[in-house]
């Protein structure tokens, strides 16, 4: 669409470049995601994401109970003002700030929001669990096109998971257990407690009905969108998913790659060398700050697949960010598609398959044949 056939909405007026963004708090990490939309179809280019170490999740009082301490609420506040600094140099007006389990289950919340708000200027929405799902079920929408499809969406944070069975757009089952790589970390793998790291995961997982309510919907497809999962699939990508001991360390990484997905087998080969002694050698490259939590994330995924039966999951690289920009633009966009976005990466991921002279020629007339415009 030519910029002369955009109509001038209040939206377009008050947001004349078309960027937005949001701020995802995490356990671990703190998110910024921009975004760059087509005013009209909500179709939209991830420009930019930033992340900082915040690790809100690490000053714990007990096993059901968490303070964010004044050395985490000052990491936090930083990396805020950086943030802040981020949007003002880029004019972007339009953020929304969200905050997950670390802060829905902090002692001292308010006390920590209301310095945010005095000391940043930013007001932060804590979702419940529930909404952390659907808005990550919203996410994972823009990357795959599973639309129409019965989707389980699987999101490891570093304090909680949440669960998610939608089809069409809709969810029609949200869970959120307080089950995070952060914490397992913490309450088990930091004193060597692997087998009771298991049985804790399988206890929580079984009374919380999850599995019945899960296999009595049905699902047709697994889509993991955490940090966690992207990094297994990362480790998998490189080789050590398979059986065998060879690597390929210089596997080229990024968006344009065909497959995002790994199998139930090679989740347990992962797990598997994780787990022994010579993964000092190589995690710490391999996932740089998520090094220390990778393996409680690991494990908690393969029980969640062997309880739920689940066969292979795929890899959204959107997640809860693009999902709480995602809801925003179905709002204020007159022609919003849902799927538009994924038909768009399925076709990015279709010509990457082109390596040669004719590669931008075969991109054009497989745009054309997805008939989905360019922003």
């Known amino acids: 669409m030519s910029a002369a056939s955009v109509p001038l909405t209040p939206q377009l007026l008050s947001n004349p470049n078309n960027l937005h963004a949001a701020i995802d708090m995490g356990t671990n990490s703190f998110k910024l995601h921009i975004i760059q939309a087509d005013p009209s ?3 939209f280019l991830s420009l930019d994401r930033f992340k900082e170490p915040v690790l809100l999740g690490q000053s714990t009082t007990g096993s059901s109970s968490l303070l964010i301490s004044s050395h985490a609420q000052a990491r936090a506040i930083a990396a805020l003002r950086n943030f802040s600094r981020l949007l003002k140099s880029s004019s972007i007006a339009d953020c929304r700030v969200v905050a997950t389990s670390a802060v829905r289950e902090a002692v001292n919340r308010k006390e920590f929001l209301d310095r945010v708000e005095e000391e940043v200027g930013m007001t932060v929405e804590v979702l419940s669990g529930e909404d952390e799902g659907k808005y990550v079920y919203m996410g994972v929408l823009q990357f795959v096109p599973h639309c129409q499809k019965l989707v389980l969406c699987i999101d490891i944070g570093g304090g909680s998971t949440e669960f998610v069975v939608g089809c069409g757009g809709k969810v029609l089952y949200a869970a959120s257990l307080r089950l995070g790589h952060v914490v397992l970390t913490q309450e088990f793998l930091r004193n060597g407690e692997l087998l009771k790291m298991r049985e804790h995961v399988r206890k929580v997982i079984q009374e919380s009905g999850l599995v019945e309510k899960v296999r009595g919907i049905g699902f047709e497809v697994v889509v993991g969108s955490s940090g966690t999962i992207r990094a297994i699939e990362k480790a998998v990508l490189r080789g050590y998913g398979s059986g065998s001991h060879q690597v390929d360390e210089d596997v080229l990484l990024g968006d344009s790659r065909t497959d995002w997905s790994f199998s139930r087998e090679e989740l347990s080969n992962v797990v598997q060398r994780l787990g022994g002694d010579e993964s000092k050698t190589w995690r ?18 393969e029980e969640i697949v062997d309880m739920l039966g689940i066969a292979g999951i795929d890899v959204s690289g959107y997640a809860l960010g693009e999902g709480i920009i995602a809801e925003k633009l179905a709002r204020v966009c007159e022609h919003y598609d849902q799927e538009l976005n994924a038909r768009w990466r399925s076709v990015i991921r279709l010509t990457s398959k082109f390596n040669n002279k004719k590669g931008m020629k075969s991109a054009a007339q497989c745009a054309a044949v997805s008939k989905v415009p360019l922003i």
């Not at 740089?288 to 409680?296: D, G, H, L, M, T």
């Open 41 to 43: 179809t909500g179709k």
């Open 284 to 301: 710490g490259k391999l996932f740089k700050r998520r090094s220390e939590f990778i393996f409680a994330g690991a494990v908690l995924l």
